[in-house]
Structure formats: C-alpha cells, structure tokens
T-cell receptor
Framework: NAGVTQTPKFQVLKTGQSMTLQCAQD?????MYWYRQDPGMGLRLIYY???????DKGEVPNGYNVSRLNKREFSLRLESAAPSQTSVYFC?????????????FGPGTRLTVL | GQQLNQSPQSMFIQEGEDVSMNCTSS?????WLWYKQDPGEGPVLLIA?????ELTSNGRLTAQFGITRKDSFLNISASIPSDVGIYFC???????????????FGQGTILTVHP
C-alpha cells in the first residue's frame, strides 16, 4: 500500500515548455487534489476532483489543466510553463468530498522553470 | 481566498522544551487538522479534530479545537531532534457554496530543535 505517489520528483523546464505531473493513489479514495507550496504561503489548492469524472478549480488554477484519468489517477498539466510556476507541487487524496475527511499527501514534485 | 493565521512563523528551541503553536481564522471550520512536513517530503497528518472544544492527544502531541470553531492549537511536549520540520494547521469548511470541503492551510511554523 504505497498511498499517494507522484512522478517525477524533480523537474527543470524552460519557459514555454509543457509537462504533465502524474499522481496516483491506491487507497480507493474518491477525491483528489493538486496543491502548490511556495515559501511563506502554505499550500494553495490548484484544482480538485471531488469524484471520478469531475474536476473543479481551486484557489490558483490559472496556467494549469487537470485530468482525472480514472479513480486512481489525477494529472496536472502545465501547457506553457512560466517562472512563476516554480514551486513544489503536491497531490493529495481523501476518501470522499467532505468537510470531515482527512487528506493524504504524496511526496511532492519540485519544479523549476527557468 | 480563505486565510488561516498561524503563529509563530518559526521557533528555535532546545531539546526537551515544550512547544506551542496556534492558528486563528475569521471563518468557522468543521474540522481542524495538524500536519507535519519533513524536509523534502509531503505533509503527514498528525492530529484531526472534529468537534468544538475537542482535545486530542497523539503521543507527545496535544491539539485542541477551539470552542468558537475559529482557532486551534498544537502543543508538543519534551521536544526531540526528530520534531524538526514545518507544522501546518489546516481547516475544512462546511459553509456551502464554493468553499465546501476545501482544505485551507496556515502558512506553517518552522520548528528547529537544538540537541
């Protein structure tokens, strides 16, 4: 039982390049999330998927797209990377979309955009 | 968006000392969570609180859900070097609308423990 896994762990991009961050969970959770973490800012929600087949914008969605591929997998895509997207990206999942469900986090992807 | 004010921003303590940190919000939360993030890792859940006034312990950690539902604190007793990391509070709202079910994080408290 690996929990939440993310690939890659590290990535360097040039401005304008695109890439997809992958996330998978093996806990049979219904809800999945993408956050970014910047110094002094805590974690901010980019997009979430309350259940398979649905996705919604979070607090900072601009410049990103997501795909809930199936119940296990939730990917985050940067179509044209910008230096402002340099950050650490975390995927998380929870049993369901509820104010009472803890979220479990992956190890993160450290992205640098030059 | 929603903001949680977490304090202090950083702490430098000696091994064996007790630690206290807290979070306050202008909004009411249904659930308060405390996470710890080790360097290079994702946040790991330490304690979850579901009821106003609830006091919960997990080993040397104690957390409380404030009676007004707008605050929470975390205490660590007899700190050890492996307590080093960033501690985040987080709240889950049940306000309906676009905030329902979304986790809001504090800015984090960076804890350094000197042996």
């Amino acid at each position: 039982n690996a929990g939440v896994t993310q690939t890659p762990k590290f990535q360097v991009l040039k401005t304008g390049q695109s890439m997809t961050l992958q996330c998978a969970q093996d806990m049979n959770h219904n809800s999945m999330y993408w956050y970014r973490q910047d110094p002094g800012m805590g974690l901010r929600l980019i997009y979430y998927s309350a259940s398979e087949g649905t996705t919604d914008k979070g607090e900072v969605p601009n410049g990103y797209n997501v795909s809930r591929l199936n119940k296990r997998e939730f990917s985050l895509r940067l179509e044209s990377a910008a230096p402002s997207q340099t950050s650490v990206y975390f995927c998380a999942s929870s049993e369901r979309w509820s104010p009472y469900n803890e979220q479990f986090f992956g190890p993160g992807t450290r992205l640098t955009v030059l | 968006g929603q903001q949680l004010n977490q304090s202090p921003q950083s702490m430098f303590i000696q091994e064996g000392e007790d630690v206290s940190m807290n979070c306050t919000s202008s909004s009411i939360f249904n659930t308060w969570l405390w996470y710890k993030q080790d360097p290079g890792e994702g946040p790991v859940l330490l304690i979850a609180l579901y009821k106003a006034g609830e006091l919960t312990s997990n080993g040397r950690l104690t957390a409380q859900f404030g009676i007004t539902r707008k605050d929470s604190f975390l205490n660590i007793s007899a700190s050890i070097p492996s307590d080093v990391g960033i501690y985040f509070c987080a709240g889950l709202l049940n306000a309906g609308g676009t905030s329902y079910g979304k986790l809001t994080f504090g800015q984090g408290t960076i804890l350094t423990v000197h042996p």
